[in-house]
């Protein structure tokens, strides 16, 4: 499993001239490839926005490039317009052409000129870096002085027999705590972490014991390398998962920022890892004697506009005739990011496994293209109610009247291998023969479609922004109903819940629909017809 850091490796290279129909151009090993870098522990959820969906973006920027994809041609306009105040290298004066197509949304974000951290030992100040050593906690802001105490992981579980405040005074002290619970095999149930690792949980005890403020270590992901570019991400949000209460956030709570692993080293005087690593193995309470480290710190948050992209490619016709339409195809690579307790939705099924078909489709097309241009896209915000599909329907990069249709992919890992939904036909009858004709226009694996069914979810994928603007559309879905998967919207969504079989041959099957839509000289008939 690869993590966020290797992202700068493109899976999947051109092979000239090889050819769309036969079954093996679209491989097992190449679908597997792209779900084990955009559902790796080290994507953390790719929530809209973070920056594990900021990697991921560049993750299938670099794809698309590889695959001999070109950028739409208002890019540099966009990036000009939506990016320049996000401090983006690629969006100033001297911007070039980009498949990162930018758009804002309205979201809890740091100020950062009104957020510091600041340690003074033995008379000396020692200031620490925004970004790189900490950030604040959303909406858990303020300004706090006080002596620095060590309080392990915050935790208080009597069913544990756990104790981090056993002989503790915190009253106007900052409590320097890690993030989540001991990662021990058999205790606090062992690899998943229980409501004991909850932040908010741990702010309660901690405020009910007079902290004036908390430092949370942030841990690396299990199962994820440690972060290459040294930065300390903020997150704008927690995941909720599926069937679960919403947490229960404490009434009052003091200033909160996370700190990185290196940040409390020095804090500590000693190698934070180590001693967590320790607590991990004892999986026991941990003391330390600290004295005269005095800390500042001041956290602010606010609603403020936030960058995210969509991501763009034009794979363009090979037949002068035709080359001006386009079809679409598209899939959302967003999926709900980390909970308060440091659950990572890694969102394998949802939606890293149509994504990854989706990248394999547009390779396999590239190889040898189709008569009309095809518009590859990668979708944020769909998690947050089709953010980012919506932006992209209201601001196409090419005039609508060119568009032939619209074909979607969300979630297609799970269930039988031999089976997909695909959801539109009711309200595009006149695209059921197309989908037949695409089962059986060359061998995919697929045997059983399911295509009556699945209205409540039509509108829930980013295909409805396209229906909304009177565009023919197909979304392919693993299977129906959606109440069968029961890892849908949870952090047990991960790669070894997925079938690579059951997306490889989806894929094969969106192959040849998209081949089809992008070559029979009649265009679908619109919505209705």
């Not at 908390?214 to 570019?229: F, I, K, N, Q, S």
């Not at 936030?306 to 763009?312: F, G, K, L, M, Q």
């Not at 097309?365 to 919506?390: I, K, M, N, Q, W």
């Amino acid at each position: 499993m690869q993590s966020g850091a290797t992202i700068g490796f493109c899976v999947c290279l051109l092979v000239a001239g090889s050819p769309v129909h036969p079954e093996g151009d679209i491989a097992e090993a190449t679908v597997r490839a792209h779900i084990e870098v955009l559902a790796a522990p080290g994507m953390e959820g790719r929530d809209t926005p973070s920056e594990g969906l900021r990697r991921a973006a560049r993750y299938i920027a670099e794809c698309f490039g590889g695959y001999g994809l070109v950028p739409a041609e208002d890019s540099v306009v966009v990036l000009q317009r939506e990016g320049t105040e996000f401090g983006y290298e690629d969006a100033g004066e001297d911007a070039r052409p980009s498949f990162l197509r930018p758009y804002r949304v309205q979201h809890e974000a740091p100020v950062p000129e009104e957020c510091s951290l600041a340690v003074v030992v033995g008379g000396e100040e020692f200031e620490f870096t925004f970004g790189r050593d900490f950030v604040p906690v959303s909406r858990c802001v303020g300004s706090a002085r006080g002596e620095l105490a060590f309080v392990g992981f915050g935790i208080d579980a009597p069913n544990e027999r756990y104790d981090d405040f056993k002989g503790a005074r915190l009253q106007g002290k900052v409590a320097l705590v890690f993030e989540g619970e001991p990662r021990h095999r058999r205790r606090f149930d062992g690899a998943e972490i229980t409501a004991d690792g909850s932040l908010w949980r741990k702010l309660g005890h901690l405020g009910d014991a007079g902290v004036r403020a908390v430092l949370v270590v942030r841990r690396t992901p299990e199962g994820a390398e440690d972060d290459e570019e040294n930065l300390l991400d903020f997150r704008h949000s927690f995941a909720r998962f599926a069937n679960e209460r919403p947490p229960r956030t404490p009434r009052s709570r003091p200033p909160v920022l996370e700190i990185s692993m290196a940040a409390a080293s020095r804090l500590l005087d000693t190698d934070a890892a180590k001693l967590v690593a320790r607590m991990d193995k004892s999986s026991r309470p941990v003391s330390l004697k600290l004295s005269g480290r005095e800390i500042s710190l001041d956290s602010t948050t606010t609603q403020r506009p936030v960058r995210v992209d969509n991501v763009v490619g034009l794979l363009p016709g090979s037949d002068p005739r035709l080359r001006e339409e386009v079809v679409i195809l598209g899939a959302h690579y967003d999926h709900i990011g980390v909970d308060a307790r440091g659950r990572i939705g890694t969102g394998a099924d949802d939606n890293a496994s149509g994504t990854s078909a989706m990248l394999a489709v547009i390779e396999a097309l590239a190889a040898d293209p189709p008569s009309r241009t095809v518009l590859a896209c990668a979708f944020s915000g769909e998690e947050d109610g089709l953010v980012g599909s919506r932006e992209l329907a209201r601001n196409l990069p090419v005039d609508r009247g060119r568009i032939v249709a619209m074909v979607n992919l969300d979630m297609l890992g799970f269930g039988d291998d031999d089976e997909v939904a695909v959801i539109g036909l009711r309200q595009n009858p006149g695209l059921a023969t197309l989908v037949e004709r695409a089962r059986k226009h060359s061998k995919t694996g697929i045997r059983k479609l399911v295509t009556k069914g699945g209205e409540d979810l039509f509108r829930r994928s980013d295909q409805f922004s396209f229906h909304q603007i009177g565009l023919p559309t197909l979304f392919f879905f693993e299977g129906l109903p959606i109440s069968r998967n029961v890892d849908y919207h949870t952090w047990r969504d991960r790669i070894e819940g997925v079938s690579v079989r059951k997306i490889t041959r989806s894929a094969r099957l969106v192959r040849n629909a998209v081949w089809l839509l992008a070559t029979d000289d009649r265009r679908p008939p619109a919505p209705g017809r």
